[in-house]
């Protein structure tokens, strides 16, 4: 018997977690203690890239990324519309001019012909950089995406906010783990709760660049720095600079302490979501109504999103609200939301996310969401498209 709603997505806190967050709480230090750099550490080994900075949030961390690549305004940077507004809002707060790429049909990541298109009916150097999301947990093909942004001379931050823990396997046949800074620049991960890993709000970049680690934890803390190798003056101890204009982004070690936990069960909660999302493609294999995701073989999907498209959207996310199943729209298209329309795009202007948006619905999709609520969601969503 299912009595309770069923949200797209939800967080697993076990009463270890609440014992760690409570042991930070009665330590010396609520902030800037121990588990940042625990955590850091812990995540850069697990992502198989150098380095690692926590910030307070995702959007955080997409902001601090532009402000290490001296995002200017009037920039030209280039992302998808179908994402969170954050990813492109991050460039955004740097004054960047945000041009959006239409979208594959199979796997709904920037589609890199429409990108290498939009590249070269520019002149070179028109655009700075390019922001891929691993939408729902799908890893972009990033060695493919640096080929093109080398030729155009572009830098790469990837939103892999749904993606902590998917890989691909690249063109010369390597596994290529999400934030392992092989090929983007810089990437990005959120931990708020519907995510991977929850620390209530919390975020990381990785990258395998020194200079831009330096830039990513000084803007992180005001632009201020106490490193003496760094320093242009020093009158003692106590001495700290300001050497840009910087934010306050930092996380503290209660949240911290929870993700310390959770990343030790990222590796369980990618399995049981990739479960889950097997237990739906079966159940709605055959149905010609629902087209469910394709993921190409190469791929280890992360699954922070189980998506699939139908005719009657509206009536399926209506019936199964009804029904206690909250599904959810992922997303609202970020170039018609009004803010990026008062830049001048237009219904039509990128037909493949458009369609796309008509059609999609995310289902419940977390590793606690037991068989019996599944064969709810299944048998709700089968009433309405047999
Ligand atoms: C793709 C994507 N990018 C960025 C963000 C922003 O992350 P946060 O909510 O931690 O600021 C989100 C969060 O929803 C997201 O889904």
Known sequence: MITKPIPYGRQYITEEDIAAVVMTLHSDYLTQGPCIKEFEDAFAQYCQSKYCTLVSNGTAALHLAALALDVKPGDKIITTPI????????????????????????????????????????????????????FAGYPIYADRLRKIADKYG????????????????????????????KYSDIT??????????????????????????????????????????????????????????????????????????????????????NEIAKHYNDAFAGIEGIKTPVVAGNIFHAYHLYVIQVDDRKGLYDYLHANNVFAQVHYVLAHLISYYKQ???????????????DHCLSLPMYPTLTEEEQDFVIEKVKAVVK
């Not at 959006?100 to 199979?106: A, Q, Y």
């Not at 931990?191 to 803007?219: C, D, S």
């Not at 050497?243 to 369980?268: P, S």
Request: glycine residues 10%.
């Open 83 to 134: 994402t969170f507004v954050a990813s492109a809002n991050g460039f955004r707060f740097c004054g960047a001019d945000i041009t959006f790429c239409d979208i594959d049909p199979e796997t709904y990541l920037i589609d890199l012909i429409q990108l290498e298109k939009t590249l070269a009916s520019v002149p070179q150097g028109t655009y700075k950089g390019v922001v891929p999301v691993d």
């Open 154 to 181: 572009l830098w790469i931050v990837e939103d892999a906010c749904h993606a902590p823990g998917a890989w691909f396997i690249d063109d010369k046949g390597e596994k290529n783990l999400c934030g392992n800074g």
């Open 188 to 273: 990005v991960f959120s931990f708020h709760p519907v995510k991977h890993i929850a620390t209530g709000e919390g975020g990381a970049l990785t990258t395998n660049n020194p200079k831009l680690y330096q830039r990513l934890n000084l803007f992180r803390t005001h632009g201020t720095t106490k490193d003496p190798k760094l320093l242009k003056q020093n009158d003692g101890g106590w001495y700290y600079e300001m050497q840009e204009l910087g934010y306050n982004y930092r996380i503290t070690d209660f949240q911290v302490a929870l993700g310390i936990q959770q990343l030790k069960r990222l590796d369980w909660s990618l399995s049981r979501r």
């Open 343 to 357: 830049f001048g795009w237009k219904q039509g202007d990128l037909p493949v996310a458009e369609n796309y948006y």
